[in-house]
């Protein structure tokens, strides 16, 4: 680490975000960019958000953001994202000036998705309720952009949620019979538990029968 520098732990998601995209605006007026310099700043980025001070092959990069919690929409933005980034890592690919323009734009949005992830902190049930019984819902107000609270990032918490995500994006869409479906599973998962997981998620999964309820009702 050079004289001066921050260590990468003690950076927050705030300022790995902010400079980052203060960083990808400079990109997008240069006349020309390198794609190693969108490579770079992407690669910096994933290893600040993640305080993880080793560098990353694209694979081990995907496979770490796997094991955290992310919505479906912004997961599968971060995984094509990475996915163009493997082509400059594993094969002589050369993107045009309009595709790596874009490519920073799409990076700059994934950072700003990133950040709001990381930032939600209301309580689950807080969130649910507020949803469940707004007085005049905006057509653009969904669930699924205040969903869910950051939760432990082991593999049961995440499919957990990712189940009960599709639930309330069933929900959403009035698809009853295909949220009843995906509670089914759900309860078949929350079965296999111990009592303290189970006891963790009881409030959630009770959150999402009554919502399902109502809409039946």
């Not at 390198?34 to 490579?39: D, W």
């Not at 600040?48 to 560098?55: F, I, T, W």
């Not at 953001?65 to 082509?87: C, G």
Request: proline letters at 4%.
């Amino acid at each position: 680490m050079k004289k001066g520098e921050v260590p990468l732990e003690q950076h927050t998601i705030a300022d790995v975000a902010r400079d980052t995209r203060r960083r990808a605006a400079y990109l997008l007026k240069k006349p020309f960019v390198e794609q190693r310099e969108v490579y770079a700043l992407a690669k910096e980025f994933f290893k600040a958000y993640l305080k993880k001070p080793q560098e990353f092959t694209c694979d081990e990069l995907k496979r770490e953001l796997h094991k955290i919690y992310l919505n479906s929409a912004v997961r599968d933005r971060v995984d094509a994202l990475i996915d163009k980034l493997s082509l400059l890592e594993y094969t002589d690919t050369q993107y045009s000036q309009t595709e790596i323009k874009l490519l920073t734009q799409e990076l700059d949005g994934i950072v700003k998705d990133l950040f709001i992830e990381h930032s939600r902190r209301l309580p689950f049930l807080t969130r649910v309720a507020n949803w469940l019984f707004r007085k005049e819902p905006k057509s653009n107000e969904t669930i699924i952009s205040d969903y869910p609270m950051l939760e432990p990032n082991d593999p049961v918490s995440i499919e957990l949620n990712t189940i009960l995500e599709d639930i309330y994006l069933a929900i959403e869409k009035n698809n009853i019979r295909k949220a009843a479906k995906y509670y089914k599973y759900l309860m078949k998962r929350y079965d296999t538990l111990g009592p303290s997981a189970q006891q963790e998620f009881y409030h959630k999964i009770q959150a999402a029968y009554e919502a399902i309820a109502k809409q039946t009702a």
